[in-house]
């Protein structure tokens, strides 16, 4: 196809043209089982009614005055996030990037230090402070200089990452499941260490939840589920069940770095993104809903242990909740592409990692016909090759 856009993305040879729950319907009529969520954002399904209600309604009140104005609409869902976090202030942005950008900005800020540590294989977002924290060369490639004073401790070494987090650092930013990393979780000893390290040395602890965040891994935010105590916390993707909008999430001792002038963005945080999250965290809320991921998610994990087991080509299958990854001894794009024949779609995480971040909502039916073609494909796959 000719295109006048940036070839920025490796498409896919599928063009979207409708979605509704777990399925996607491309421009040539064909129906896919979605086990990617629009990249883990649209974790309530698609269309939503209750979200695609409370857009629409706000859709014809306005969309957008500024942030001059007062917002009720920030006030309420800064309400609702602070109840579900314990955490007391939040800026609101668009984008993942955007809201770590907010996170590393206010930490240098608050702390009057420079150092920032992440780790190795991380993933935290394009923009320049975002990617500068993101531990993976590719990603930072023909962008130099690259801003300074940010470091990579080896993830899940403790060993190690005990010599980066000094006096000098102002945070560490860190992903409880390292999501385009790999599907890697976070070892319980390591980020519980992680934490009582930063605060013995008095930096802050950002957890990175834009990809692990709104029960994907079965709690709200992960870090509740590793019993971890962060003074900021960002979260995106599926903030707005793929509306556009994004939060970073701090302390109260904080705001006073915050202060008028010092940071902030045009569009964010504007009543249709506003609508989109106040109703999305509702549906989130819905009592069921997170012990129904973790069914889920046993389910899913049994199916696939159970079959990758005499698989020549799967060497683990690895992950927390509805976030799985599936590790191969070989490019997974291969066998993405017999899933797109099969009719279901997942993502890659690396070269060699296939990811599945189905809705929330998905039935176990459903999910269970979408694991069967993960493990058609990858049986088919492994046989063409002998
Ligand atoms: C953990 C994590 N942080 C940050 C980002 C960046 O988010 P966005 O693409 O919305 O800027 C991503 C996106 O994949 C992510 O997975």
């Known amino acids: 196809m000719s295109t006048r856009l940036f070839p920025t993305y490796k498409r896919w040879d599928l063009t979207f043209e409708s979605a509704s729950g777990d399925t996607i319907t491309t421009a040539d009529g064909r129906e896919f089982i979605d086990l990617m969520s629009g990249i883990g954002t649209v974790n309530m399904g698609h269309n939503h009614p209750e979200i695609v209600d409370a857009v629409e309604k706000q859709l014809h009140r306005g969309w957008h005055g500024s942030n001059f104005f007062q917002y009720k609409q920030q006030e309420e869902v800064a309400t609702q996030l602070t109840t579900m976090t314990g955490l007391q202030r939040v800026f609101f942005a668009n984008s993942g990037t955007e809201a770590n950008e907010a996170a590393i900005k206010l930490a240098r800020k608050a702390t009057g230090r420079e150092e920032i540590v992440s780790f190795t294989q991380s993933f935290h977002g394009r923009t320049y402070g975002s990617m500068a924290a993101t531990g993976q060369t590719k990603i930072h490639e023909g962008y130099a200089p690259l801003p300074g004073g940010f470091t990579y401790a080896p993830y899940n070494d403790y060993a190690q990452t005990e010599k980066y987090i000094t006096s000098d650092t102002a945070a560490v930013i860190v992903e409880t499941i390292q999501g385009e990393g790999g599907v890697i979780p976070g070892a319980q000893a390591f980020l519980e260490k992680v934490e009582a390290l930063a605060k013995a040395h008095g930096a802050l602890l950002i957890i990175d939840e834009i990809q692990t965040g709104m029960g994907r891994t079965g709690e709200r935010f992960s870090y509740q589920k590793f019993g971890l105590d962060p003074d900021m916390v960002t979260v995106a993707k599926g903030l707005g069940n793929g509306f556009p909008v994004a939060a970073m999430m701090g302390r109260e001792d904080l705001q006073p770095y915050f202060g008028p002038g010092s940071h902030g963005t045009t569009l964010g945080g504007n009543p249709l993104a506003m609508a989109a999250v106040h109703a999305t965290l509702h549906v989130l809320n819905t009592p069921g809903l997170l012990s129904e991921v973790e069914a889920k998610s046993k389910q899913a994990f049994q199916h696939l242990r159970n079959q990758c087991e005499a698989s020549d080509i799967v060497t683990e299958v ?48 459903r999910l269970a016909q979408g694991l069967d073609i993960v493990m058609e494909a990858i049986k088919e796959t492994a046989k063409t090759k002998s």
């Not at 899933?339 to 599945?356: D, N, W």
């Open 318 to 365: 690895r992950g927390n909740g509805l976030m799985i990854g599936i590790a191969c001894e070989e490019p997974v794009a291969p066998i993405l592409t017999k899933m797109q024949e099969k009719g279901a779609v997942a993502l890659p995480a690396g070269e060699k990692v296939i990811r599945l971040l189905p809705p929330l909502t998905i039935s176990e039916e």
